[in-house]
Each structure stands twice: as C-alpha cells, then as structure tokens.
C-alpha cells in the first residue's frame, strides 16, 4: 500500500514539474486539481476572457491556494487578480465555487479575494447573502463574511451597518439570510 501511494505522489511530482515547466509565458496560469492538490493538465490563458473564467470558476472550489503558490511557481496572486479583472464574467451560479476558494489565502491574495467578493457583495448583495446562508461549511461562511467585511471596511462603515440594518429588518430575509447579515455586522466591528 505505502509503495502504491509512493507511485502514485512520484507520478503526480512529475506530472506537475511536467505541467510547470511548460508554462513559463507570464500570461499563463495552471490550475490546481482541488480534490489532490497536484497540478492538472489544463492551462488558462490569463488573458482569454469569459471560457477562462468559467472553466477557473468551475474548477476552484477547495483549491488551497498556498499549494497551487508553491507549484504553479507564484501565479495564486495573478490568478486571483484575473478573476478581479474579470469580475463581470462572474455570475451567481459560481458563487458558491468562489465562496469555497479561502483556504491558503496569504496578505496579497486575501486583499484581492476580499476585493472580488466585497465587489460581489455590493453589486448583488440578495445573491450573496442567500449564498452565504446556503453554505453548509459555517467556517467557510464565517471565511467569506470576514473577507467581504474587510472590504466593505474601506467604504462608510458607520453607511454600510446602517443599510445592513435597514435591510435585515424589512422583512424580505429568510432566517438564516438574517444570520449572515448578523455575522456581517459583528465582523464590521473587527474587519
């Protein structure tokens, strides 16, 4: 079993130095498989417009983007940086990808996961929210609050609480939509 699992890491080294190597152009990303961890065989042009951004969006759900740092030799932050430049290309079916895409986030990569979902927030606040209060994960729920938190940091805190509030209270929210209003205020007061 061990010699099985020694293969298979050496074949998935391989496959991935095989993939990096290939990718040296400053406008190419590759992808983490999310489920492994290993580098698949797919390679988005950062610059190829709304198929990139899908086929991105569609893959990204649990990427650990520390891992995909280390062997997409530093491209998390211009992958990252591609879905901003490309935010209008991100429709609410893709959503909850992007909400399952925190884990490994370092400073520069938070700021632009925050700016993305922050932007989504305030462009399609319902969607969101009703996103949000559908996650199973709660850690991951709390990940993204605080993330759009930190963004909505940078506007009129004491504006953005009082439109939270407003909003809560008029009657148009689920229960649980309600919850993650709650947990966006209380993450307003510590971004």
């Known amino acids: 079993m061990i010699s099985k699992r020694f293969t298979i890491a050496c074949t998935c080294i391989c496959v991935t130095l095989a993939v990096i190597t290939g990718c040296t152009d400053s406008k190419e990303t590759v992808l983490l498989n999310p489920s492994t961890n290993v580098t698949d065989n797919v390679v988005y042009p950062l610059d190829a417009g709304k198929d990139s951004v899908l086929n991105l969006l569609q893959n990204i759900p649990n990427i650990d983007w520390h891992a995909y740092n280390k062997s997409s030799d530093g491209k998390s932050l211009d992958t990252i940086e591609f879905l901003y430049n490309n935010i209008t290309l991100i429709t609410p079916e893709y959503y909850s990808n992007l909400f399952l895409a925190t884990k490994g986030l ?64 008029s009657g148009e929210l689920s229960s649980d939509e309600k919850v993650v209003l709650t947990d966006l205020l209380a993450a307003l007061d510590n971004p």
Do not use: H, P
Not at 138 to 154: M, W
């Open 106 to 169: 370092d400073g520069a990569s938070s700021e632009s996961y925050s700016a993305i979902v922050g932007e989504l927030y305030q462009k399609d606040r319902n969607t969101v929210v009703e996103t949000l209060a559908t996650m199973e994960d709660q850690a991951q729920q709390q990940s993204v609050i605080s993330f759009i938190a930190y963004n909505l940091g940078y506007l009129d805190v004491a504006q953005v609480k009082e439109d939270i509030s407003t909003w809560k209270s």
